[in-house]
């Protein structure tokens, strides 16, 4: 089983920044993609940024140009540096491992974080 342990959440005002950070755990051979999604009371989980083990990476429209996502391979996590915030981002964050190979294990696994709440104040 692969375990993904979020942190980095809080309170901010509007304009601030926070980074989140996420690491997966287990005995883990490489992971394809690596991503945060958000969600809000109410609404469906949505995409914010997705980052392969190559680099390739792909934004929400919303957040393209204040978020930027990156990740450490040999350490298996990724980071979401949030800046210039605005309200509507308030939500709770995941983290997102898919494609997980382990070393010891046939097969392609995915997980999620257990969240991190994300509050801006206008």
């Known amino acids: 089983q692969v375990q993904l342990v979020e942190s980095g959440g809080g309170l901010v005002q509007a304009g601030g920044s926070l980074k989140l950070s996420c690491a997966a755990s287990?005995?883990?051979?490489?992971?394809?993609?690596m991503g945060w999604y958000r969600q809000v009371p109410g609404k469906q989980r949505e995409l914010v940024a997705t980052?392969?083990?190559?680099?390739?990476?792909n934004y929400a429209d919303s957040v393209k140009g204040r978020f930027t996502i990156s990740r450490d391979n040999a350490k298996n996590t990724v980071f979401l540096e949030m800046n210039s915030l605005k309200f509507e981002d308030t939500a709770v964050y995941y983290c997102?491992?898919?494609?997980?190979?382990?070393?010891?294990?046939?097969?392609?696994?995915?997980?999620w974080g257990q969240g991190t709440q994300v509050t801006v104040s206008s």
């Open positions: 997102n491992a898919d494609g997980v190979l382990f070393r010891s294990r046939a097969g392609s696994y995915g997980a």
């Open positions: 287990g005995s883990i051979f490489s992971i394809a993609t």
């Open positions: 980052i392969t083990s190559g680099g390739t990476t």
